[in-house]
């Protein structure tokens, strides 16, 4: 490659960078702008407890709750407890759920 040649690649790749920078810049500028317009608060579930907490019951201790047990609802057990990564990995290429081994 001759000195000529070196010139004009140089010369490209600076005008190149040039046109890369001035992108940047834009979307730098335009992230600074939008920044303002979000609301940054923290997004849990839509769902919220019945108390209003995002998180469930809190289980402070007997504060006079007669029955605080009995009213809790059952957990359903987990289906895919047992599960193997191989067992995830087929579930996703196939949408069909692993026959159960165990």
Known sequence: M???ELTRLESRLK???GR???RSRGLKDEIERRREEIDW??????EEGEDGSLFG???DGGEG???G???KPEIAPNPR?????QDYVKYMETGIPPTNST
Do not use: H, N, P
């Open 57 to 59: 019951d809190d289980e």
């Open 65 to 67: 709750e007669a029955g």
């Open 81 to 85: 407890e047992g599960w193997t990564i």
């Open 20 to 22: 890369e920078e001035g």
């Open 41 to 46: 608060v923290m997004r849990v579930d839509e």
């Open 2 to 4: 001759g000195e000529e």
């Open 15 to 17: 005008d190149r960078l």
């Open 69 to 71: 047990k009995e009213d």
